[in-house]
């Protein structure tokens, strides 16, 4: 019986050039390949999937795939995982100057890459995008920004800002937090010069790093290359509220992207955000309440698949039982 292929693919990609950090340029992407792929000439749909911050996989195997294909339970598709992991565990899959241009990478390489290389059936209509946590954001932003690309989003556990949610992430949620931060940047600094960047690349906070690289880069200070929106003064924190909202424009700003965007939002066959209600990161079912709110007041047609799982436990079987079959039905085949 035919079953399921898959390979891991290797690729030069120049999106990732030019960026401050080191970062390499050759990704590795996985494609799954549906069973009767290889004994026919049809051309089929893509599903693409962002896993999450320092994560590499969509939360289920090889087998699982191939059992939904073989029980017919969803059409036969094509499926990319496409990893966002970089030097410090993530890139959120945007542009930055400071990362690589993440978002080209996805959106212009990727697609390109795969529509050239298989038997793809090249439309939006029959291209969905998924991803888990900080790529549940990214499929999001990309679905928001490239309706002409991807014609449907199944987003999980995405990282999302309501009016609170950068205070109260873990970046940001307590004072000793922010000056054991302050404190982490001013011992690099006094380091020499060519031991600083590594020494950033290795801080314990990767992910409030990753995060300001991706959101508010300034490719005129480095090491850090971002710009951090706390300062001390006289043993006070001092806040920039400039920077505070490029860093709440990251996961937060989502009245004012949903005004801007409102006619991309409604080009898209579905939209769906999957969240457990025991999440451990507190600020994402509120934000994901706060992004649906926004969007039903906009009038944008959207689903919200709520469980009572927590960030991790429920992944696999959310993606099996709910984010393929959604793909199945919406995403057109020959």
Request: with cysteine; charged share 20%; glycine share 8%.
């Amino acid at each position: 019986m035919p079953t399921v292929s898959f390979s891991t693919v290797k690729i030069e990609f120049a999106a990732l050039a030019k960026n401050l950090i080191g970062e390499k340029t050759e990704r590795t992407i996985d494609v799954y390949l549906p069973p009767t792929y290889d004994t026919s000439t049809e051309r089929y749909p893509v599903v693409y999937f962002l896993p999450g911050f320092e994560d590499r996989t969509m939360g289920v195997t090889f087998r699982d795939i191939a059992a939904l294909f073989q029980a017919g339970t969803i059409q036969e598709m094509i499926i990319v995982v496409v990893p966002g992991n970089n030097l410090l565990g993530g890139s959120f899959y945007v542009n930055s100057p400071a990362t690589g241009n993440w978002e080209d990478f996805v959106v212009r390489e990727v697609v390109g890459y795969v529509d050239s290389h298989y038997r793809t059936i090249a439309q939006a209509g029959s291209r969905g995008i998924s991803g888990h946590s900080m790529g549940g954001f990214g499929a999001l932003n990309l679905a928001m920004l490239h309706p002409d690309v991807f014609g449907a989003v199944y987003s999980l556990s995405p990282g999302l800002f309501d009016e609170n949610g950068l205070a109260n992430s873990q970046m940001f949620q307590s004072e000793e937090i922010i000056r054991s931060f302050l404190d982490a940047q001013k011992t690099i600094l006094a380091k020499p010069e060519d031991q600083q960047l590594t020494s950033m690349l290795s801080m314990r906070d990767n992910f409030t790093v990753a995060y300001g690289l991706a959101f508010a880069p300034d490719p005129q200070k480095p090491p850090f290359y971002f710009d951090y929106p706390y300062s001390e003064t006289n043993g006070n924190l001092v806040r920039d509220e400039m920077v505070w909202k490029r860093w709440n424009s990251g996961f937060g700003g989502i009245p004012e992207e949903i005004d801007q965007y409102k006619d991309n939002f409604l080009r898209l066959k579905g939209i769906t955000v999957d969240y457990g209600t025991n999440d451990e990161f507190a600020w994402i079912p509120q934000g994901c309440i706060y992004f649906d709110k926004q969007l039903t007041a906009a009038g944008i047609p959207h689903e919200m698949a709520v469980h009572n799982g927590n960030h991790q436990s429920s992944l696999g079987k959310r993606v099996l039982e709910h984010m393929l079959p959604f793909f199945s039905e919406l995403l057109v085949g020959e």
